[in-house]
């Protein structure tokens, strides 16, 4: 079949390097330089269209790097004229680059080397029916990724804060405050300005800002609190204004940081309702709302890979393997694929196996043979992530099944993979042998005795 192959150098500062390659990767024309603008982008596709009309109007198949969010405009504006846009993992790219040009590397021959990788390494191309980042569901799930991972590590420092008033003050607001904790730490985390306050407008501070939950005896906790910690500390020990101050600070980040989650979330509702108007992923047991459109927004269309395995693969789930001769070794994931979506699926996989007896069955397996908790559940997001792309690709929901094969609701599934777990975990329980009566000490107990019975030291000379 006749093809032309449109090697992209892509570059975010400096000018992009083209090189234009038929289907036996003879070079036709190379570095071209232009930049993300469309009269030279109309350059060089009339610099294409002169070629492609000695070829019989040959189809035409970009191949470039996803450097940063740069390829994402020349994607958009090269499928438009009818291109056909593949994109290559930059270290599969490296890796020919090293194998193809061993002593040099410049932007010529990367182009070049992009023109040619259809000939060299075909199956490392992936498709690309959407556009990455510019996909509204994509960019709002992985914006809401990084704001509760900035949440966690402001709600850490906060914590870290807070023991040093000592931990009653922890034991009375929580580990996670909300509304009305927040309200305290920003004004009275000083506790001479908790107990100036006094009991009466500490308690009517509670009840507005927690709607009533907290009262007079949680008021006499926070007043206890702040007792215990002038008694902790010596007198000068520490600045507590200045302290007061810097948890105030972290407080103000921590709600900023609540109500911008509230905010994409929002977003995210409305760009997964468009995206999924079926709910084929919100049929899946254990996926709800957040890890659906998580799910979706990262993963793209399940349609767009060759085949299940491939979106195995995509994920980083899929076990590496060493195999030499008579040798093969399974080692841990790859980790290849996008971070947000291994994680989503790790934690729906967790929700999963205690809805769907299936899952729950194979999970227990894993564990008989003696994998860990996270091992067994990330062959189980693997397993989950292949069932949502089958559901995706045949357009229908998901559907629970009992050990047997029929067809089971929700509630059934609930309480038959309970059975199944609580079982497992009994048996497992009565076959871990521990301390008898012969043995007085455990297996995991240090040694009593000599770990040698002769000598080590080195006979004199």
């Avoid at 860990?372 to 357009?395: D, P």
Wanted: charged share 25%.
């Amino acid at each position: 079949m006749r093809e032309l192959r449109l090697g992209i150098d892509v570059a975010c500062r400096e000018d992009h390097r083209a090189a234009l390659a038929d289907e036996t990767g003879a070079l036709l024309w190379t570095n071209r330089r232009f930049q993300t603008g469309s009269e030279e982008l109309e350059a060089v596709w009339r610099a294409v269209e002169a070629v492609r009309a000695d070829h019989g109007d040959a189809p035409v198949v970009v191949v470039m790097e996803p450097t940063r969010n740069a390829w994402v405009a020349l994607a958009a504006w090269l499928r438009h004229r009818g291109a056909q846009v593949r994109l290559v993992p930059p270290e599969q790219s490296a890796d020919l680059r090293k194998y193809y040009n061993k002593h040099a590397k410049t932007d010529r021959l990367d182009c070049e080397l992009l023109a040619r990788i259809p000939l060299l390494h075909p199956g490392g191309l992936v498709a690309t029916p959407g556009l990455g980042p510019a996909e509204a569901l994509r960019r709002a799930v992985g914006r809401r990724a990084g704001l509760v991972a900035r949440r966690t590590a402001s709600l850490q420092r906060l914590d870290a804060l807070l023991e040093l008033l000592g931990p009653a003050w922890t034991a009375a607001l929580g580990t996670d405050p909300g509304k009305a904790a927040c309200s305290v730490l920003e004004r009275y985390s000083d506790p001479h300005a908790l107990l100036r306050l006094g009991r009466a407008r500490l308690t009517r501070l509670l009840i507005r800002t927690s709607r009533g939950a907290w009262r007079e005896d949680k008021a006499d906790a926070l007043l206890a609190a702040a007792r215990a910690t002038l008694s902790l500390w010596p007198e000068g020990a520490i600045d507590f204004a200045e302290l007061a101050e810097d948890i105030a600070a972290e407080t103000r980040l921590l709600r900023g940081l609540d109500d911008e989650i509230d905010h994409v979330d929002d977003r995210i509702a409305v760009a997964y309702q468009h995206a999924d108007p079926t709910g084929i992923l919100a049929s899946v047991p254990g996926l709800g709302p957040v890890l659906a459109a998580a799910i979706l927004g990262r993963l793209g269309d399940p349609s767009r890979f060759r085949d299940l395995a491939a979106v195995r693969a995509y994920t980083g789930l899929v076990p590496r393997i060493s195999q030499s001769g008579t040798s093969e070794t399974h080692q841990g994931p790859t980790k290849a694929g996008d971070h947000v979506l291994r994680w989503s699926l790790f934690i729906a996989a967790d929700h999963a196996r205690k809805t769907d007896p299936g899952l729950a069955a194979r999970y227990q397996r894993l564990r008989d043979r003696g994998k860990h908790h996270n091992s067994a559940l990330c062959t189980l997001a693997a397993v989950l992530v292949t069932r949502i792309a089958a559901c995706w690709r045949s357009g229908k929901h998901y559907r629970l099944h009992d050990l047997d094969g029929r067809e089971i609701s929700d509630p059934e599934g609930r309480a038959l993979a309970s059975r199944i777990n609580t079982e497992a975990t009994q048996a497992r329980a009565r076959t871990t042998t521990g301390t008898g009566r012969r043995s007085k000490e455990s297996h995991s107990a240090p040694s009593t005795g000599p770990s040698k019975t002769h000598s080590t030291t080195r006979p004199a000379a």
